[in-house]
């Protein structure tokens, strides 16, 4: 089983926000999503969860399974987005609620997504799910408000929150950028470990490079709209095929063969804003390799074995 999100695009106002955004994730695996900021990748995860506003126009599929997610509403909707896709945010202060306890929060959740038990089975079920995450001291932290808690303690309540059905799948938009170097590892340990043995496939936001390496087995990086390659993350890694891929993993300070031969590189200009969009592919004006059909026309992602990329010239 896996969830599939197919040449997903996003407007709003006449604005192609995403133009064509592919990935997929299965059970029990771990992806990154990845690219520079503005480039879609929350939009991208929004837009899976059905959470984006009324005025803006999704079209592709996204599959989870069988089930066509774009077309679900009501009742089935609900159930999906915490029993099957659960998603959490960067910044673990603003998706908590600071007037009630964590342990309240969860409870709630639990409640509202039609958990039935008695109180003592519910608050069982909160130390369950505090124990999961690592919370320590889980008996006296479900008392705690979010205020009391440090950023790391207070993104594993929301990660608590989040598996609080079994989900199938996780999406993480960026959920350790807002936490120190220290934390972040700890952080992204856990989801690599909830994903191995609660078999959660889990996708990964982030712009850093570094943690794509640490975290993921698949990679989809993706730029001003568009998937432009993806692969197993150790084959993108050792031979990208993409030149923004190459860009940014010689831009990433992280990464030990970048430490080694000390190129740390920059990629010139900025990600194009979406109604500024350039002709052809969008890389094109930040590409030293660009010829004249890459400012004529949009690559199409094309298949090389069981990698693909969206260029005319990949990189060998
Ligand atoms: N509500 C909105 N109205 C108009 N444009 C929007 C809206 N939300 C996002 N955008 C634009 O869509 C593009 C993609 O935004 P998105 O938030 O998905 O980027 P991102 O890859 O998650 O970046 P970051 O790394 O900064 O989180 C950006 O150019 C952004 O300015
Ligand atoms: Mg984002």
Redesign the pocket.
Known sequence: MSLRVSNLSVEVEGIKLIEDISFECRRGERVALVGESGSG??LAALSVLKLLPQNFRVSGTVNSGKRDVLKLKGEELRNFRWKEVSIVFQDPSSSLNPLMTVGEQVEEALVYHGFRGSKEELKNRVLELFRLVKIPMAEERINAYPHHLSGGLKQRVAIAMALACNPKFLIA??PTTALDVTVQREILSLLGELSKKEKIGTVLITHDMGVVEEFSERVFVVYSGFTVEEGRTKDVFKNPLHPYTDGLIKCSPSIESVKVKGELQTIPGNVPEPRNRPSGCPFHPRCKFKRKVCIERVPPLKTFKDRKVRCFFPLT
């Open positions: 990748k929350s938009d960026e």
